[in-house]
């Protein structure tokens, strides 16, 4: 999506500490992964709101975590509509995590 680019070209890509795109992490594929702060970051549109989709990522965070990662999801609105409070979200739980 346009979030993902923007957060991805605007923030990730150049954060000191290494984020990946679309990563495999078991039968998943998260938006951005980071292996050292051990930190998914989600960028959700609008279909992710609809009830099967709500048990699924549901489903989804519960395997992650239990895996010991850490999953923040921002709304694609929040994303443009709050862009330097998402960025400090994000670098707030880096820094909690390393």
Do not use: M
Not at 48 to 61: G, N, S
């Amino acid at each position: 999506t346009s979030q993902e680019r923007k957060l991805w070209y605007c923030f990730l890509r150049d954060y000191p500490i290494k984020f990946y795109r679309q990563r495999v992490i078991g039968n998943y594929i998260v938006d951005f992964y980071c292996s050292q702060a051990k930190l998914i970051i989600e960028a959700d549109g609008y279909f992710h709101y609809d009830e099967k989709r709500i048990y699924y990522e549901r489903e989804r965070k519960e395997y992650l975590e239990n895996l010991g990662y850490k999953v923040v999801r921002f709304t694609n609105g929040k994303i443009d509509e709050d862009f330097d409070d998402v960025c400090r979200a994000i670098d707030l739980e880096v820094k909690k995590r390393i």
